[in-house]
């Protein structure tokens, strides 16, 4: 639970105190969109199928904070530093270090209680470094789409 607590501390300082891009709007928005996706997908692989979970394979309340308060302000840092105006080069080589950095973040969480609190069932890492740039992308496009719909609706 240490490391748990430690973690949304520090994300979440992070992610307000260097934001730059994103509105107070984006914010809830970013952070909506994370916690229902994360609580979709955590449905099926955390607690149907237990391909992984959070300090437990049951429901917990101990679990309530990650699905909560870890990945949005993970995801405002990606789309805060995103360099959106850069070459596909330059943004191709992000999406690289943020597949590594997560990965790298992953492994720290399975370490031994208190200071891990991720669980591997019959889930790998390489699932994991396979499937975050689709979700980073997934994410990206409803960001897009989000300052799309603010435009248009600018009086």
Known sequence: MIGL????VVFNLIAF????RLTANQIVHVWTFTSIFQGTFDSFVDYKFHGYWYFT????FQAVPAH????????????NWY??????????FYFIY??????????????????????YGWWRMWYSVLLNPFLLLVLLGYYKWIVRIEKINKW
Do not use: C
């Open 83 to 92: 360099p959106f105006k850069s070459p596909l080069r330059v943004q191709a």
């Open 17 to 20: 105190t260097t934001n730059k």
């Open 98 to 119: 943020w597949i590594i950095g997560t990965a790298i973040y992953e492994l720290i969480t399975l370490l031994p209680e208190p200071w891990g609190y991720f669980h």
């Open 5 to 8: 607590i430690i973690a949304i």
């Open 68 to 79: 909560l308060a870890l990945l949005p302000p993970v995801n405002m840092m990606f789309l």
């Open 57 to 60: 394979k049951d429901i917990d």
